[in-house]
């Protein structure tokens, strides 16, 4: 049974860097792709970026130079960094694996999200 | 940047059919799909690929395309079916993902 788990600090500091972890049992992270994505409170998903298996990633390109996404196969984990975070950062993240195929790509498992606050 | 666009609400009463569009100008190029959001609770596919159905979701979900306008039909619809949906695509170049705004369904 797939399941995942995001866990981090729910507090950040304006200007700090928002760390989280997503732990994946149930399946190796080296089998599929992996993607964080978020939800501000009350409103609707954010696509954050794609970690892949083959150790690439990409970004909204909206985040894009304050994001990163890695896959650490040794805990069998995806991290999720996001510098110089302000208010605006203050969601709910979940981390989502990826399902791909020729021109096809969506998220068939959730973790239940990790709500952050950035406050000071 | 590019923009999928839901409305965001729509009402039926129990046992009626709900339909939810989702717009944008790539959808005849890049495939959509819908996901189910409960209160509380993460997101859930319940179509992918257009009109392709995930094993485990009910059968009176369905999807269909029509150049720039994807829709999701919830037939019969039950007070367990009142959540958030979510369109989601990619841009033109197929790099860039993209959720719609969401829309709301309330049943009566």
């Known amino acids: 049974q797939v399941q995942l788990q995001e ?3 729910g507090l950040a500091k304006p200007s700090e860097t928002l760390s989280l972890s997503c732990s994946v049992s149930g399946v190796s992270i080296t089998s599929f792709h992996w993607s964080w994505v978020r939800q501000p409170p009350g409103r609707g998903l954010e696509w954050l970026g794609y970690g892949y298996n083959t ?4 970004y909204n390109p909206s985040l894009e130079s304050r994001v990163t996404i890695s896959l650490d196969t040794s805990k069998n984990q995806v991290s999720l960094k ?5 208010a605006a950062d ?4 979940f981390c989502a ?4 195929s020729s021109g096809y790509e969506y998220f068939d498992y959730w973790g239940q999200g990790t709500l952050v606050t950035v406050s000071p | 940047s590019y923009e999928l666009t839901q409305p965001p609400s729509v009402s039926v009463s129990p046992g009626q059919t709900a339909r939810i569009t989702c717009s944008g100008d790539a959808l005849p190029k890049q ?3 819908w996901y189910q959001q409960k209160a509380g609770q993460a997101p859930v596919v319940v179509i992918y690929k257009d009109s392709e159905r995930p094993s485990g979701i009910s059968e009176r979900f369905s999807g269909s395309s029509s150049g720039t306008t994807v829709t ?3 037939s019969g619809v039950q007070a367990e079916d009142e959540a958030d949906y979510y369109c989601h695509s990619t841009d033109s170049s197929g790099t860039v993902v993209v959720f719609g705004g969401g829309t ?3 049943v009566l």
């Not at chain 1, 150790?55 to 990409?58: A, H, V």
């Open chain 1, 7 to 9: 866990s981090g600090p």
């Open chain 1, 55 to 58: 150790g690439g990633s990409s």
């Open chain 1, 82 to 86: 996001l510098r110089s975070v302000t």
């Open chain 1, 90 to 93: 203050t969601a709910v993240y």
């Open chain 1, 97 to 100: 694996r990826v399902v791909s």
């Open chain 2, 31 to 33: 495939y959509a799909y």
């Open chain 2, 72 to 74: 999701l039909t919830i």
């Open chain 2, 104 to 106: 709301k369904l309330t």
